[in-house]
């Protein structure tokens, strides 16, 4: 049983946010006690890509020039300025900017964390400043390594797996999807088969931890070796609030309640809001606000942090662009949780795929950032009347790419048209009459959008004009990665809802995470990080990584601030040169 007890710093969750500050505080030389609300640790970085947006990092500095390409900060902020718009915050900007590469190599130096450059074009790619290098992915992980921490790491989305194997880099997710008409792919295949089979036959599971499962384990193997405990199922109830500064919070533990007081502070990094049905009534749009949310992200992400935070005077920050980070979704019939949500990543953007609505017409580039096409549907919800959303294939696109929670060929698809997820027409008036699309306005569109795939020019609503959507093609399709025709039929067709990875919308914080009052004055003691805080980029979402990056950074600039205040220092870290406004 737990008792009441005194620590530095308590962390509030176990996502990428939550574990960079505790063991940013512990390098420091703090005592650190993480709380955790589920059975396991990992929150959603555990299920995400693992990777993280940092402009002028030293692996980006190499890649560049292995590629010819030349990046600079003031690139980065030019590039950053756009996205954010009107809802520039310059100084939280400036101190992302600024801490971002030093945050990477106190990580590496410090800790278990590894990066890997990543040539990926930003999600604006021909705006002013973008660039293709600021992108890096986490190096996969040995399980062996990990011990008695495996019963306790949050597991990949098990839809997402092949036979128990979770696809790591780029290039084994390429040769999967090629196996099946590529003899070179399926050896890649066939032996890194062989190696998983061994592992779970040696050791139970794969013994390759990748993408934000990897980054999870390494920040939780680096806590270990220090000693810092993570408390699971150990929900956070109250802040605890004292001559004038957070000085706890009280705990519901297994075991029953426990006081936990802090000499320096609390950081909150549970998740955001995505499944607070009030608080998306609030402040979602349009039928975001009251339909039953389709996301793939942990069921226990309800706003606990905010309503504790906000029962203290604390201001929620809802001057953004938009509410969330959005991703197109789809979903098993029965579904009850995030294990029946497929996350739509890859298949819409590659040639043979286009979405519509019930009339029959499309409404977006389908090949556009995941946050970006959600916005268009939306507008297209409300401009037609309806609440539905269909991405639409022939044959010879699934055979190839697979659709959602169907896999490519040869892996067989009966179960999905047994269920009903995945719907099948020999021609486009049969897909049409059983989905309830207009099946002569289907007909008009997929005639307009071939005639687009042979010139490779789409004239509606230019898909494959931009670097970001020709490098989520198909380099092997001509003459435009992005555009192939649908011909063959049979044709298919999932059902499209707008879902999010994560809430945008947050605490006020300030450049060190602190959260602010209606004044706009810091609370003593209390820090928010990751999706508990607004947004940094106002909403905006500039390349892969957008989300964990600033999770990452101030996770380690709130750990930072608390060490500095209690009188200590980061091991390695020089003072910081950002022009900040005064604390």
Same mark, same amino acid.
């Given at each position: ?14 996502? &990428? ?11 420091? !030389? ?44 003031? /690139? ?68 062996? #390594? ?19 194997? %979770? ?51 390494? =920040? ?11 408390? =699971? ?10 001559? !004038? ?71 929620? /920050? ?83 790419? &697979? ?13 999905? =048209? ?7 027409? #020999? ?14 306005? =289907? ?36 003459? /435009?990665? %992005? ?21 945008? #919308? ?28 607004? /947004?940094?980029? !106002? ?9 964990? &990056?600033?999770?990452?950074?101030? !996770?380690?600039?709130? %750990? #930072? ?23």
């Amino acid at each position: 049983m737990r008792k009441d007890c005194t620590v530095d710093v308590l962390v509030i969750g176990s996502g &990428g946010a939550g574990l960079t500050a505790a063991v940013t505080a512990m390098k420091a !030389g703090l005592e650190v006690l993480v709380a955790e609300k589920d059975k396991v640790f990992g929150g959603t970085t555990a299920t995400s890509g693992g990777v993280i947006w940092i402009p002028m990092n030293r692996h980006a500095k190499k890649l560049g020039a292995e590629i010819g390409v030349a990046d600079s900060i003031e /690139n980065a902020r030019r590039y950053l300025q756009i996205e954010t718009g009107q809802y520039i915050d310059h100084d939280r900007i400036e101190a992302y900017l600024a801490s971002g590469p030093v945050m990477v190599d106190f990580m590496e130096r410090e800790t278990e964390v590894r990066f890997h450059a990543m040539d990926f074009p930003d999600y604006h790619s021909e705006e002013e400043g973008a660039s293709r290098i600021r992108s890096l992915g986490t190096v996969e992980y040995d399980a062996g #390594k990990m011990g008695a921490l495996m019963t306790g790491l949050r597991g990949e989305l098990p839809q997402t797996l092949f036979m128990g194997l %979770a696809l790591g880099s780029s290039l084994e997710m390429k040769n999967f999807m090629k196996a099946g008409r590529s003899i070179t792919a399926m050896g890649f295949v066939v032996k890194r088969m062989i190696r998983h089979f061994r592992d779970v036959a040696v050791h139970g599971s794969s013994q390759s931890i990748v993408r934000g499962r990897a980054l999870i384990a390494r =920040l939780a193997r680096t806590l270990a070796d220090g000693n810092v405990p993570i408390w =699971l199922e150990s929900p956070a109830q109250e802040l605890i609030f004292d001559a !004038g500064r957070v000085v706890g919070a009280r705990i519901e533990s297994p075991g029953g309640p426990v006081t936990v007081r802090v000499r320096h502070g609390v950081v909150l990094a549970a998740g955001g809001y995505p499944r607070d049905r009030e608080r998306r009534r609030d402040h979602h749009p349009g039928v975001t606000a009251t339909m039953d949310p389709v996301l793939p992200v942990p069921m226990g992400n309800i706003g606990d942090s905010a309503r504790m935070a906000e029962a203290l005077g604390a201001r929620f /920050n809802c001057n953004l662009a938009t509410a969330a980070a959005w991703m197109p979704t789809s979903q098993l019939p029965g579904a009850t949780d995030f294990t029946g949500v497929w996350p739509h990543l890859v298949d819409r953007t590659k040639p043979g795929f286009i979405m519509v609505t019930p009339d029959g017409r499309r409404f977006a580039n389908e090949s556009c950032s995941y946050r970006d096409l959600i916005p268009e549907m939306l507008r297209a919800f409300e401009e037609r009347g309806t609440d539905t959303a269909w991405l639409i294939a022939d044959h010879r696109a699934v055979k190839r790419w &697979g659709i959602g929670f169907v896999r490519p060929f040869p892996i067989p698809h009966g179960k999905y =048209l047994r269920n009903g997820y995945l719907k099948r027409g #020999k021609t486009l008036d049969d897909l049409a009459q059983i989905c309830g699309i207009d099946a002569a306005e =289907l007909h008009s569109t997929v005639r307009r959008f071939n005639g687009f795939a042979r010139t490779g020019v789409d004239q509606d609503y230019h898909r494959g004009a931009s670097k970001y959507d020709r490098h989520h093609g198909d380099e092997e399709n001509h003459p /435009n990665p %992005a555009l192939g025709p649908l011909e063959r039929g049979p044709f298919y067709a999932v059902r499209i809802y707008p879902g999010e990875i994560s809430s945008y #919308k947050g605490l006020a914080t300030d450049v060190h995470a602190r959260v602010l009052d209606a004044a706009d004055q810091p609370i003593p003691g209390l820090y928010a990080v990751g999706n508990d805080q607004a /947004n940094v980029f !106002g909403g905006a979402y500039p390349g892969a990584g957008a989300t964990i &990056g600033p999770c990452m950074v101030f !996770g380690w600039r709130a %750990a #930072k601030h608390i060490a500095e205040t209690a009188g200590c220092t980061l091991p390695g870290v020089k003072e910081e040169t950002e022009r900040l406004a005064a604390e």
